[in-house]
């Protein structure tokens, strides 16, 4: 028995088409990088153009002038939900390459936005949870106030 079709939503489309089409330069350990360093170009992980892709607003306010956030990528307004994401690091079901999360095969494998995007279009399952499953009654997980997840969700596999 295989695998059920994965349900995409607009804002997955949006994401993938983004990292296929997009033109902005490539960075690793940050999602926006604006100065380049002897270790790291200019650009944006792939993380980082959901973030762009999802609309939020670049903050002006960051720990490292090298870097910027962006307004709702912090712990209380994590934006990988609304990508259905298994984390903000883009955690994988099952490792791939002995890799665990899209932002390691961005910034350790370097896979290109393109190559990430396919492997989310072809594995999808691995990526993301299932946008129609809700938690387990009573799980407290609440992205807007940073509750975390204890009914297991964002480990679970919902492709069968």
């Not at 994590?78 to 932002?103: N, P, Q």
Request: proline fraction near 6%; aromatic fraction near 12%; charged fraction near 25%.
């Amino acid at each position: 028995m295989g695998q059920k079709p994965y349900p995409f939503t607009p804002e997955q489309l949006a994401w993938l088409h983004d990292l296929e089409t997009t033109d902005a330069p490539q960075t690793r350990g940050a999602l926006h990088r604006i100065v380049k360093t002897e270790e790291f170009p200019v650009g944006y992980c792939c993380l980082g153009r959901a973030a762009v892709t999802l609309g939020l607003r670049e903050s002006p306010w960051s720990e490292d002038e090298h870097l910027i956030a962006f307004h709702g990528s912090a712990a209380n307004l994590m934006f990988f939900h609304r990508l259905h994401l298994r984390s903000a690091s883009g955690d994988l079901l099952h490792k791939v390459e002995d890799l665990s999360a899209l932002s390691e095969l961005n910034d350790e494998e370097r896979w290109s936005f393109k190559e990430i995007a396919a492997y989310c279009r072809e594995h999808p399952w691995n990526v993301f949870t299932d946008p129609l499953a809700k938690h387990a009654k009573g799980c407290p997980w609440n992205p807007k106030t940073g509750e975390s997840c204890n009914c297991g969700f964002f480990k679970k596999d919902f492709s069968l």
